[in-house]
């Protein structure tokens, strides 16, 4: 049972650079959401989904974009990478919105 | 807005000791709260959900309580080991279904 499965694991970007961080689920959740992690800052909500066609924004929304096609899929899109971008960040799913969360290892990002 | 605070921030114990972990929480209206764990380049493991309608949730030497009308919640490990060192995090469930963090607690258990 794969659980979240985020890739790549490690990335190095210029800036300006666009890229897509993967997020795969195969637990049939219907919720999923994208966190950055940055020291002092915690884990902060990017993007989430409740279901395939549905997206809304977190808290730190800018400079990404977010769809969910299927149900097991939510890729997180970096448009045009800052530096202000440089942040590990996790994927995470749950059946519903306040049930049990599961995440993935993390994408470590930097971006130069 | 919601916010979460976990005190203290680091923790070194010797091993064997009880410890708890401090989670307040400024809105009551929350729905669950889930303790993490989180060891250094890792990803997160979820320990304990504690549903609102819950006072508290037990798995193995980890027991974590919740008192919504206070704002709190902690995470009891009992008789520590090494292997225990990692951050914990508290995070709670908004009415929306979105997870609000703390910044955690660094724990250090010294054989």
Redesign the interface.
């Known amino acids: 049972n794969a659980g979240v499965t985020q890739t790549p694991k490690f990335q190095v970007l210029k800036t300006g650079q666009s890229m897509t961080l993967q997020c795969a689920q195969d637990m049939n959740h219907e ?1 999923m ?1 994208w ?1 950055r992690q940055d020291p ?6 990017i993007h ?1 989904s ?1 279901g395939a066609g549905i997206t809304d924004q ?1 808290e730190v929304p800018n400079g990404y974009n977010v769809s969910r096609s299927t149900t097991e899929d939510f890729p997180l899109r970096l448009l045009s990478a800052a530096p202000s971008q440089t942040s590990v960040y ?1 994927c ?1 799913s ?1 059946k ?11 994408t470590r990002l930097t971006v130069v | 807005k919601q916010e979460v605070t976990q005190i203290p921030a680091a923790l070194s114990v010797p091993e064997g000791e009880n410890l708890v972990l401090n989670c307040s929480f400024t809105d009551s209206a929350i729905y669950n709260l889930q303790w993490f764990r989180q060891d250094p380049g890792k990803g997160l493991t979820s320990l304990l959900l504690i549903q609102s309608s819950q006072r508290e949730q037990t798995s193995g030497r980890l027991n974590a309580s919740l008192d919504k009308s206070s704002g709190r919640s902690t995470l009891y490990i009992a008789a520590s080991q090494p292997g225990d060192s990692a951050t914990y995090l508290c995070a709670v469930y908004s009415n929306t279904g979105k997870l609000i963090f703390g910044q955690g607690t660094t724990l250090q258990v010294k054989p």
Do not use: I, K, P
Request: charged share 10%.
């Open positions: 919720y959401s966190y002092g800052m915690g884990l902060r909500l989430y409740v977190g996790f995470a749950s519903q919105g306040s049930t049990e969360a599961f995440f993935g290892q993390g």
